[in-house]
C-alpha cells in the first residue's frame, strides 16, 4: 500500500472520531476528506464517524474514479472534489453540527461576532437550499465558499476547508463555536458585529503580534 495514502487514510479516520467525540456529527451524517497529491481519500458512504476506521476512508481520484478501497465513497463525493478542483485546498469537512444546521434554518449569513471568526475568512455565507449529493449543492456551497474557508448549507449543515485534515477539523469545530455564541447572543438581544474598520484592526494586531503562536517570554534566556 502507498504509504503517504495510508497515512492520510488514517488521519482522515481519525479527525472524523474527533469530530463525532466532540458532537459535531451523529452517526453517519457527516464526511471528510483529504488530498493527496491529484488523489483524494475521502470517508466512505455509509460510515459512522464515531467509530470510522482507514479501512472506511476510500481513494479516488480527482474525477471520483476509485483508486484503493472496498467502499463507495459518500453521496457528496462531487461536492469534495469541486472543492479541491476550484480552490486547491488540502482538506474538506462537512458536518450537520447542531448549531452549525440550526442557524442555517434561519439565517442568510453568519456575521463576525467574535474577532477569532475571521480565520475563516468573512462573514459565513448561507448557501441556498439543495438535495443532497446533486451537482445544484455543490454548485451552491462552492459559490457560498468565494474567499471563505467556511460556509453554511441551508436547512442542511455546514462545509469546511483547510490546508490538511487537522486544520479543517479545527475549522469546523470553531465555526460550531461561532454559532453557539451567536445563539446564545440572540437570545438576549440583537448580537452586534464587528465592522469592516474594527476587523482590519484586528487583522493589523495580529500581523504586529503574532497572536495566536507560542512566544518565548521577553528577557529570558534559554536553558541549558
Do not use: K
Not at 18 to 25: T, Y
Not at 131 to 143: D, N, Q, R
Not at 181 to 199: C, I, K, M, N
Amino acid at each position: 500500500m502507498n504509504e503517504p495514502l495510508a497515512s492520510m487514510r488514517e488521519r482522515v479516520a481519525a479527525a472524523g472520531r474527533r469530530l463525532a467525540e466532540r458532537g459535531l456529527v451523529l452517526g453517519t451524517a457527516g464526511n471528510l476528506s483529504a488530498r493527496v497529491g491529484e488523489l483524494v481519500a475521502v470517508t466512505a458512504t455509509g460510515a459512522a464517524l464515531e467509530h470510522l476506521t482507514a479501512a472506511q476512508v476510500v481513494v479516488v481520484d480527482l474525477d471520483g474514479e476509485p483508486v484503493e478501497g472496498d467502499f463507495a465513497p459518500t453521496s457528496e463525493l462531487q461536492l469534495h472534489l469541486g472543492v479541491y478542483r476550484r480552490y486547491g485546498t488540502g482538506a474538506v469537512v462537512h458536518t450537520h453540527s447542531p448549531l452549525a444546521t440550526a442557524l442555517a434554518c434561519v439565517l442568510e449569513e453568519l456575521p463576525i461576532i467574535h474577532y477569532q471568526l475571521l480565520e475563516l475568512g468573512g462573514p459565513i455565507r448561507v448557501a441556498p437550499y439543495a438535495t443532497f449529493g446533486t451537482v445544484e449543492l455543490a454548485e451552491a456551497v462552492l459559490s457560498a465558499l468565494q474567499e471563505r474557508s467556511a460556509a453554511l448549507l441551508a436547512n442542511h449543515g455546514a462545509v469546511v476547508h483547510g490546508p490538511d485534515v487537522e486544520s479543517a477539523a479545527e475549522r469546523a469545530l470553531l465555526l460550531e463555536w461561532g454559532c453557539q455564541l451567536y445563539w446564545h447572543a440572540a437570545a438576549v438581544g440583537s448580537p452586534r458585529s464587528l465592522d469592516a474598520q474594527e476587523q482590519a484592526a484586528f487583522a493589523a494586531a495580529v500581523a504586529e503580534r503574532g497572536y495566536g503562536d507560542l512566544q518565548p517570554r521577553a528577557g529570558r534566556g534559554s536553558a541549558g
